[in-house]
């Protein structure tokens, strides 16, 4: 099956701070997605961003397909931004195949 | 708007118990249902998914089985809990070729 890497695994930060988090996956994509999963284990929709960029406030999103990777971008981090971002990817296989395979996450943690 | 539910919240279920969590969903018609499981750690790992009423596609073999028994409802089963089936169980929807959504999940104990 496809394999998605998620780097760096761990993250600190001084608020104010900014970062930029990365997604490598192994075989083309329909769809990419970044979540935000919140102390209580909620996950959040970041971004739907199989290729090209999108922003929306603080962060914004890069995949560039065509070298099977993607970045999410923090900036002025806030403690709020603390928590596990995953970024998940569905394989092109001629259709959708309707499963999203979730690399491993990293955990940002935000310091006041 | 779209809204997606689980219950219970927390679960503490003794070993070979049976289990029945809900999923249900509101705001959208005939969605594509999917329960995830994510075990100590961090990762997320797809259990079923489901394009509609009575489909089920199982992708890891497991003690554990779901059924839909209507459009916006998912329901995640087992006949005898094991130990390694404690975990947060998440249940997400969405539209083909769109976002997926998750709800607030149910974190399992088997002990």
């Known amino acids: 099956g496809i394999q998605v890497e998620q780097s760096p695994p761990d993250l600190i930060l001084q608020e104010g701070a900014n970062s930029t988090l990365r997604c490598n996956f192994s075989?083309?994509?329909?769809?990419l997605q970044w979540f935000h999963q919140n102390p209580w284990g909620q996950l959040i929709n970041l971004f739907y961003?199989?290729?090209g960029t999108k922003q929306n406030g603080r962060l914004s999103a890069t995949t560039v397909a065509t070298e099977r990777y993607s970045l999410l971008y923090i900036s002025s981090s806030q403690t709020t931004d603390s928590g596990v971002y995953f970024c998940?990817?569905?394989?092109?296989?001629?259709?959708?195949?309707?499963?999203?395979?979730f690399g491993k996450g990293t955990l940002l943690t935000v310091n006041p | 708007s779209q809204t997606i539910h689980q219950w219970p919240a927390t679960l503490v279920q003794p070993v070979g118990s049976p289990l029945s969590l809900e999923c249900t969903v509101e705001?959208?018609?005939?969605?594509?249902l999917y329960w995830y499981r994510q075990a100590a750690g961090r990762g997320l790992q797809l259990l079923f998914y489901?394009?509609?009423?009575?489909?089920i596609s199982s992708e890891v073999p497991q003690n554990l089985s779901a059924s839909r028994p209507q459009d916006r409802q998912f329901i995640l089963s087992s006949k005898k809990l094991l130990l390694s089936d404690s975990g947060f169980y998440l249940c997400?929807?969405?539209?083909?070729?769109?976002?997926?959504?998750f709800g607030p999940g149910t974190r399992l104990l088997v002990l």
């Open positions: 998940a990817v569905e394989k092109n296989s001629g259709g959708s195949n309707y499963k999203l395979t």
């Open positions: 997400a929807w969405s539209v083909v070729g769109q976002t997926q959504y």
């Open positions: 705001g959208t018609s005939n969605p594509n």
């Open positions: 489901s394009v509609g009423i009575g489909q």
């Open positions: 075989d083309s994509v329909n769809n």
């Open positions: 961003i199989p290729s």
